[in-house]
T-cell receptor, first 112, second 117 residues
Framework: DAGVTQSPTHLIKTRGQQVTLRCSPK?????VSWYQQALGQGPQFIFQ???????QRGNFPDRFSGHQFPNYSSELNVNALLLGDSALYLC???????????FGPGTRLTVL | AQTVTQSQPEMSVQEAETVTLSCTYD???????LFWYKQPPSRQMILVIR??????QNATENRFSVNFQKAAKSFSLKISDSQLGDAAMYFC??????????????FGQGTELSVKP
């Protein structure tokens, strides 16, 4: 049983560019959450998707957007990248009926 | 809004010894979930242990146990018989049971645990 997968592993972008990160949830999970983890900090909740809709959003600007597909996989898009967007982006999947969030290995984004 | 605080940025323990990591939180909810996650250098966040606030009994998972003090809003993690593989960043996290909260996790700042051979 494959766990949560994320792609790419690493990404380098320049300021002003746009980036798309991808996440496939654990088998049987229907909910995907995204977190941003700056270096030396705890993860911060960005948003959560269920039934292809944004269910809840953290304190992040509109430059951060997402999407969930019918197969429950998800994308995180960030527009107009800033240096401060450099971080590890974690995806976590769970079941809306309850249970734990399982995390993927993350995507390391570096903005130059 | 709920907050989680880990006041120990770094901790060190000798192999086979016991170490306790501290966590405090603030919430106005009476029911909630608390977690300890481990993040090794590989970056994969791994669930170590969970505690439901309505349960008075402290959770235990093999060498890992918690001391949950609801009135004091304290949730510490005890690691017994420490092993080299326990070296990692440990995060304390809170989750509201409220469906409208979306099940988001609120994390502390983390405690870096090193294990000396």
């Amino acid at each position: 049983d494959a766990g949560v997968t994320q792609s790419p592993t690493h990404l380098i972008k320049t300021r002003g560019q746009q980036v798309t990160l991808r996440c496939s949830p654990k088998s049987g999970h229907d909910t995907v959450s995204w977190y941003q983890q700056a270096l030396g900090q705890g993860p911060q909740f960005i948003f959560q998707y269920y039934e292809e809709e944004e269910r809840q959003r953290g304190n992040f600007p509109d430059r951060f957007s997402g999407h969930q597909f019918p197969n429950y996989s998800s994308e995180l898009n960030v527009n107009a990248l800033l240096l401060g967007d450099s971080a590890l982006y974690l995806c976590a999947s769970s079941s809306v009926s309850g249970g734990e969030q399982f995390f993927g290995p993350g995507t390391r984004l570096t903005v130059l | 809004a709920q907050t989680v605080t880990q006041s120990q940025p770094e901790m060190s323990v000798q192999e086979a010894e016991t170490v306790t990591l501290s966590c405090t939180y603030d919430t106005s909810e009476s029911d909630y979930y608390l977690f300890w996650y481990k993040q090794p250098p590989s970056r994969q966040m791994i669930l170590v242990i969970r505690q439901e606030a309505y349960k008075q009994q402290n959770a235990t998972e093999n060498r890992f146990s918690v001391n949950f003090q609801k009135a004091a809003k304290s949730f510490s993690l005890k690691i017994s018989d420490s092993q080299l593989g326990d070296a990692a960043m440990y995060f304390c996290a809170y989750r509201s049971p409220d469906y409208n909260q979306g099940g988001k996790l609120i994390f502390g700042q983390g405690t870096e645990l090193s294990v000396k051979p």
